[in-house]
């Protein structure tokens, strides 16, 4: 199964795509996580890609499609977080997708209004542990010990990108870009969206019946 994740930076894709990958073992490909892994390494990618992150803005699609490409290659089911962000990149993964005989199965958008994504982000705390990556928040998921996971112990760390100024810019950036992805995704017949608020919390239930939804709804 492949599935898309869409939605605002700080919408709660990573969240909900961590536990679609639980609930139904796929693979979790998070293109901003593999950027941040790249930017943390020092690599040549990292260093080019972070003259982006810091604006809050897009990484050109020929490096960030070329990053993907070797990533996807022996993986059954996958869900996306972050890729694609525009149509170019939906294209460029269709493609890749149908030399492997595989093809998108839902697009899932969480639709979560933007003062709920600045408040969210600005007070988001990620887990160090990238086997862990729990996310918390300080006001309404605070961890048990100021600055520790609950889950795994390991330090919890504040996204260089996730302060208000980069926040609106990559708000503003996805604006621009989301009536065109969700359009596509929309004509292809595999848009579900789900309406949020910041203080929701997902949980897997919530994702199975979605899922569920979903699949009446295609019949
Ligand atoms: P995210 O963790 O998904 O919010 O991504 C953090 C940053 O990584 C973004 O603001 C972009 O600079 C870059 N990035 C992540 N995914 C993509 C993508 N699909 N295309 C271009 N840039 C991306």
Redesign the pocket.
Known sequence: MIIIMLGA?GSGKGTVAKLLSKTLNLVHI???DM?REEVQNHTELGMEAQK??EK????PDEI?IKMIQGRIQNSEGVVFD????NKA?ALALNEMLEVQNKKIDLALQLNIPDEDIIYRTVKRRTCSNKECGAIYNLEYRKPKVDGICDICGSPLTKRA?DNEETIKN?LNVYHSRAEEILKFFEEENLLYTVNLRAKDNITEEMVKNWLEDYKTIKK
């Open positions: 930076p998070s293109t901003g950027f982006y992150m809050g803005e897009l990484v960030t972050g890729f694609p962000r990149q990108d990559r």
